[in-house]
């Protein structure tokens, strides 16, 4: 009796430690899940399967475990010794080493709590990766037949918006029923105040690679002024900005959305679009946008011009003076195409300081990036931002869309196959005190 009340005890005790030595589902793994796979994880992401319920997760453990102890997942390709960002989405060894005891210790589910994620798939039929519903989606009139016959094309679409008063916006996201298909897409906001110009009497949708590519201009009455451009590269996800920042979203205009489909074997439908979500909260600094490099300031400044031989590792330049008054950078956004290998961007000042921008070690054209900053980084009236890009145009490189390598240039028309050395940076005016703000972002 003794004995057999001691091997109880024994026993339990051992339970109890067992217990609680392996994590559980919903306390200690689902967390970690939702903040930092589930932006891509989600239906109607660039990701595979959803990962949002104890049994989408439990079914992958195995597979799971492996990407997760090799880093490959999520991925996360800035060199965070240069700089540090705030949405930095690679898992500290901690958090892996939670993941990978708890699918060791059998995956329990511990005690079940599904508000995160029916409040997650709430969103998801919402059509949203942000944190609450949209405030208002803009939507193509009608879906674009995607032709499977493997050609790229470059589409726009018109959407035109009327509400009953200016908004602030607070986060701004693009989004498609099928993002797989999509390399990358722009949009731009235009305000049209005048009501004598009718929003609807133009063309919807324009394929800028077919035989109507010319209509575009029945949208030139719409674009005289802008108030903002964004974009989607796969592996970006929603736009933010912080406190008192953000731009004015006018109560009549247009949006005119770009739209690269990359190359697709199988006849398919997007419908794309835009969220925004506002907020009540006034917009004390407007956030701006600026682009270096090509298809924006600068690019005929590259050096040496962008024409990347075939079976060469090339390396080019761009140098370009700030001739603004001292701003506050938000964003960094690099942008490359397939041949990228290494990208880096700093600015060097008057007085010998060094700034460090972006660092991409090991460009991997499938995951890129809308870097944020944690602080301001002040970028001086004067300083000289510095890009630099390496291309891979050998067939070692996994990526090179040609074999055998061919002679790739930058020609301006974004082709996927053609490079890109594109810097784009989204910033506020400075004001003194930024050094020390840290910005609260959503
Ligand atoms: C930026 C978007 C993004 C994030 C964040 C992300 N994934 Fe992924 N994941 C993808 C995409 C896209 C694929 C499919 C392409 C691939 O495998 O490279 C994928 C593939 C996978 C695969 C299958 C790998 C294979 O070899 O087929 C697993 C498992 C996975 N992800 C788990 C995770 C986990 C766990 C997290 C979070 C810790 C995570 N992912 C975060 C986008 C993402």
């Not at 989607?232 to 900005?241: A, L």
Request: glycine residues 6%; proline residues 7%; contains cysteine.
């Amino acid at each position: 009796m003794l004995f057999r009340k001691g091997l109880c005890l024994v026993l339990l005790i051992w339970c109890d430690v067992c217990l609680g030595q392996v994590p559980e589902f919903y306390k200690d793994v689902q967390p970690i899940i939702h903040t930092n796979c589930v932006p891509c994880h989600r239906t109607g992401e660039a990701a595979p399967f959803p990962l949002i319920t104890f049994d989408d997760v439990t079914k992958r453990s195995k597979f799971i475990r492996q990407v997760v102890s090799s880093r490959y997942m999520p991925p996360w390709k800035a060199d965070n010794h240069f700089n540090s960002f705030a949405n930095d989405r690679s898992l500290s060894d901690k958090d892996i080493k939670t993941i990978v005891s708890w699918i060791d210790g059998g995956a329990p589910k511990g005690k079940p709590n599904l508000k995160a994620e029916q409040d997650l798939q709430a969103r998801v039929s919402a059509g949203t990766a942000y944190k609450r519903k949209p405030d208002l989606t803009l939507k193509v009139k009608s879906g674009f037949q995607v032709k499977g016959d493997a050609q790229e094309r470059f589409v726009m679409f018109k959407i035109p918006f009327e509400m009953a008063a200016d908004a602030n916006v607070e986060a701004v996201e693009f989004t498609s029923n099928n993002k797989k298909l999509i390399h990358h897409a722009n949009f731009a906001i235009h305000p049209v105040a005048d009501p004598a110009i009718d929003l609807h009497n133009s063309v919807d949708v324009v394929d800028l690679s077919g035989p109507d590519a010319d209509k575009y201009y029945e949208w030139v009455k719409y674009k005289k002024e802008m108030t903002y451009y964004g974009g989607w590269i796969p592996g970006t996800t929603v736009e933010t900005y912080p406190e008192n920042m953000g731009w004015i979203m006018p109560k009549r205009g247009v949006v005119l959305v770009t739209v690269h489909f990359g190359p697709s074997s199988v006849d398919a439908e997007s419908i794309d679009g835009i969220n925004l979500f506002f907020k009540t909260t006034p917009i004390k600094r407007k956030v701006k946008v600026i682009s270096l490099g090509s298809g924006g300031i600068g690019e005929k400044d590259i050096t040496p011009p962008m024409m990347i031989f075939a079976d060469e590792i090339s390396k080019f330049r761009l140098r370009i003076a700030n001739n603004q008054p001292d701003i506050s950078l938000l964003y960094a956004w690099p942008h490359m195409h397939y041949l990228g290998k290494e990208f880096k961007a700093y600015a060097t000042t008057a007085a010998g300081d060094t700034i460090r921008l972006v660092h991409v070690p090991a460009w991997d054209f499938r995951w890129q990036e809308i870097y944020k900053y944690k602080q301001p980084l002040l970028l001086p009236k004067g300083a000289v931002v510095h890009v630099e890009g390496t291309y891979d145009n050998t067939k070692d490189n996994p990526a090179n869309p040609h074999n055998p390598p061919q002679l790739v240039m930058s020609t301006g028309n974004m082709r996927s196959d053609q490079e890109m050395m594109t810097l784009i940076l989204m910033y506020v005016e400075h004001e003194a005190g930024d050094e020390n703000l840290f910005f609260k972002w959503n």
